[in-house]
C-alpha cells in the first residue's frame, strides 16, 4: 500500500510547544490541519492577555490529550524565574504531568534562514540532545512534512487509547486520513513553478481533509539528503520510494542529462510511466509553461528545442495542460487536483 490510512478522535485536545518567529510557517500547517480535523490546538499565543501565563500553561497541558514538540535552531525566549526556555519549561511540566510528549524536530535541509538559527547553538544543541536521549522523535524538512508527521503520530497516540474498546461510539469519533504521495519533477529553470504547485497543494490539504480526509504529500528533491557519490539523479532516485500521483512541469530547459535519460525530468518521467503500464499508476499529468523569454545563445534554443519534441511527444501519449504565468499553475493545479482525487480510477489505485 503506498498510501497510509490514519484516524484521530474529533474531540481531541493538544498543546503545541516550539519557539515562535523562526517556525511561524511550520505552526500554521499543523494547526491548520488539525483544526481541519477538529482536533483543538492550544498554543502559549491564545492565551488571554493579563492572564498568568505559567498557571494558565500549565492548565491547559493538564487539561490536553497530548503535548506536540516542534524545534528547530532557536533555544527560544526564556523565564526570568526559571532560567530555561519556554520550551523546556512546558517540556518538563508535561513529564511532570505525565502527558505524552511528541517530539518533531527539524533535519539539516529544512529551509531556514540564518536569522532563525541561535548565533551560538549550543543551548539549544543540549536541548535537542536531551529530547533525542528521552523521547521517540521524527524529523521534518518542509511543513507539509510536519503536518502529516504529526497527525500520524497523533493518530497512533488515538488509536492507542482507544484501541481496547472499539465500539460503534469511538468509531463515529475518529476520522479517517489517506496519505497520497505526489512526485513533483522538474528542471531547474521553474523554481516560482513548483512553489506554486506547493500552494496548490497547501490549499488542497486544507479543503480536503476535513472533507474527505485526503492528504497530499509532496515528493520533492530539495527534500531529499545530500549524498556524494552516486550522482546527483541516483541520489534521488533512491528516495523517491513509490508514489500514487507524478508531476511534471517544464518552460524552457530540458534539463541536465543522466546516466540513462536526456535529462533528470524524462529519467523521473519513463520511470513513472513504466510503472503505470505494470500498476496502472501513479497518475501521471503534465505541465508546460507557455511565457515569452529572449534567448541569448544556441545553448538555450537547443534546450527549448528538446522541451517541444517532448511536449509534441506527450501529447500523442495522452492530454497535457499549458500556463502562462505562476499564479495560472497554482489555480489549475488545484482544480485539476480535485478532479484527479474525484475519479474512480484514481480512488481505486490508492485503496
Request: aromatic share 10%; proline share 3%; glycine share 4%.
Amino acid at each position: 500500500m503506498l498510501s497510509n490510512r490514519s484516524s484521530l478522535e474529533n474531540d481531541m485536545k493538544v498543546f503545541l510547544s516550539s519557539t515562535v518567529s523562526d517556525l511561524a510557517e511550520y505552526r500554521t500547517a499543523v494547526t491548520n490541519m488539525l483544526s481541519g480535523l477538529n482536533v483543538q490546538c492550544v498554543t502559549s499565543e491564545s492565551i488571554p492577555a493579563g492572564a498568568c501565563i505559567s498557571e494558565v500553561i500549565q492548565s491547559e497541558i493538564a487539561a490536553a490529550d497530548a503535548v506536540v514538540v516542534i524545534l528547530g535552531y532557536r533555544y527560544g525566549s526564556i523565564d526570568t524565574e526559571t532560567g530555561k526556555s519556554w520550551v523546556e519549561w512546558e517540556i518538563e511540566i508535561a513529564r511532570r504531568l505525565e502527558k505524552p510528549v511528541l517530539v518533531f524536530l527539524s533535519s539539516e535541509n529544512t529551509r531556514l534562514s540564518a536569522g532563525e538559527i541561535d548565533v551560538n547553538r549550543a543551548m539549544v544543541e543540549q536541548l535537542r540532545q536531551t529530547l533525542m536521549a528521552n523521547y521517540t522523535f521524527r524529523r521534518f524538512s518542509t511543513p507539509s512534512d510536519l503536518a502529516i508527521s504529526v497527525i500520524e503520530s497523533l493518530s497512533w497516540l488515538s488509536h492507542k487509547k482507544t484501541a481496547p474498546s472499539e465500539d460503534a461510539t469511538t468509531l463515529t469519533r475518529t476520522r479517517s486520513i489517506k496519505v497520497i504521495r505526489l512526485l513533483l519533477s522538474s528542471p531547474g529553470d521553474v523554481v516560482d513553478e513548483r512553489e506554486s504547485y506547493v500552494r496548490a497543494v497547501f490549499r488542497f490539504n486544507q479543503q480536503e481533509v476535513e472533507r474527505n480526509g485526503l492528504f497530499v504529500k509532496v515528493i520533492r528533491w530539495e527534500d531529499m539528503a545530500p549524498q556524494i557519490g552516486p550522482g546527483p539523479q541516483n541520489v534521488i532516485n533512491r528516495q523517491i520510494g513509490k508514489y500514487d500521483i507524478f508531476v511534471g512541469i517544464m518552460w524552457n530547459r530540458f534539463g541536465t542529462p543522466t546516466d540513462i535519460a536526456s535529462s533528470g525530468t524524462e529519467e523521473e518521467f519513463r520511470g513513472a510511466v513504466d510503472s503505470w503500464r505494470l500498476e496502472r499508476k501513479p497518475w501521471i499529468i503534465f505541465y508546460f509553461c507557455d511565457r515569452a523569454v529572449n534567448f541569448t545563445n544556441e545553448d538555450q534554443l537547443d534546450q527549448k528545442a528538446k522541451v517541444l519534441r517532448f511536449r509534441t511527444k506527450l501529447q500523442q501519449m495522452g492530454l497535457v495542460r499549458n500556463f502562462f504565468a505562476p499564479d495560472d499553475l497554482e489555480r489549475l493545479a488545484f482544480e485539476n487536483l480535485l478532479r484527479i482525487t474525484s475519479q474512480a480510477d484514481f480512488l481505486k489505485s490508492i485503496e
